[in-house]
């Protein structure tokens, strides 16, 4: 194509393109003389990123542990994006479904690999001056971690199993969101009692919580998965797919977060043992305990039974 027919194609597409937002093309271009030239700092915002790291205290390790999670933070939005991608798909395929839960699973696998950060990548003795500094925050705040939980499952796969016999998909939300299995780590549910941690935790999200609990009662992966037409939900690389992400967010990347919580707050023998938020943290972490499982009617009774004792294939 001559290069003069193809600049005269684009400009076409492009007029075409603000007609249908009725702007002015000759405005637009125009404006296009003023714009200076993108670069890698401004498009990535460098700058700003690399200023977000504010220390409490002189420890050079702290920087390490306030990086390290946010780079979390940072895999916890694509994964979050990603799951938003399946939950808006009407009349979803098996190979979208599949190829975007990969996606989201290679970010856990990351995350779980990461973890060598956090146990070899910081002094004891550091960590244990600074940790103290950031009482009563916790990892347990994490807000979108809870959201990847209510957009992944049924509500009644996060209710704490001590309570869960009691409730159904019909039970409110609020009576849900006040049983939800972490509200152990900082509920004493026999004065009713909550922590500092966790009331102001609720402080700032509860609403949002329970509009996405809400939102994705219809449409979290478990639900798109049961929507799908029953021979697609017999296909092996979609199960094993969802299999997978199960195995990895609650079982393995879980074991690798709590084993490092161990050497730092147990075997060091430098602490009391309790967790920055004061949280009974052991039990509140391991699988065995409240058996998180996002798709547990894709697993066997022994798999179930032995979920967080032994590795599961």
């Known amino acids: ?12 597409e492009i007029d075409l393109k603000f007609q249908a937002i009725n702007q002015k093309t000759d405005v637009q271009l125009e404006g296009l003389l003023w714009a200076k030239p993108i670069t ?3 498009y990535i915002q460098t700058d700003a990123l690399l200023n977000l790291q ?4 002189t420890l050079p390790d702290e920087m390490v542990f306030i990086m390290y999670h946010q780079v979390n933070e940072l895999i916890f939005k694509m994964i979050l994006w990603e799951i938003d991608q399946i939950a808006a798909t009407e009349n979803i395929q098996v190979d979208f479904f599949s190829e975007r839960l990969s996606r989201i699973t290679r970010y856990f696998d990351m995350l779980t690999n990461s973890f060598s950060i956090m146990e070899n990548g910081m002094e004891v003795d550091q960590y244990m001056k600074f940790r103290n500094t950031l009482t009563p925050a916790s990892g347990f705040q994490s807000a979108q971690y809870r959201m990847i939980e209510f957009a992944s ?3 009644i796969n996060l209710t704490d199993r001590r309570y869960k016999a009691n409730f159904d998909e019909n039970t409110d939300l609020e009576t849900s969101f006040e049983h939800l299995y972490w509200q152990a780590a900082g509920k004493d549910y026999h004065t009713g009692e909550k922590s500092y941690l966790l009331n102001e935790f609720e402080k700032k999200y509860k609403g949002q919580f329970l509009r996405q ?10 639900q798109k998965f049961i929507q799908l037409p029953i021979e697609d939900q017999k296909n092996t690389e979609l199960i094993a797919a969802m299999r997978h992400y199960d ?3 609650n ?4 074991m690798q977060h709590l084993n490092t919580a161990r050497k730092y707050i147990l075997e060091s023998g430098k602490g009391n043992g309790e967790a920055t938020g004061g949280s009974d943290w052991q039990k509140y972490m391991h699988p065995k305990y409240q058996k998180r499982i996002f798709f547990p009617k894709l697993w066997t009774e022994e798999e179930l039974s032995n979920w967080g004792n032994e590795k599961v294939e």
């Open 247 to 249: 195995q990895t967010v």
């Open 153 to 155: 499952t049924d509500v």
């Open 213 to 222: 609990m809400a939102s994705f009662k219809t449409k979290n992966l478990w």
């Open 1 to 12: 194509m001559n290069p003069t027919d193809n600049s005269e194609a684009i400009l076409k």
């Open 40 to 42: 890698y700092w401004d």
């Open 251 to 254: 079982i393995t990347w879980v």
């Open 54 to 57: 504010i220390q409490r205290t």
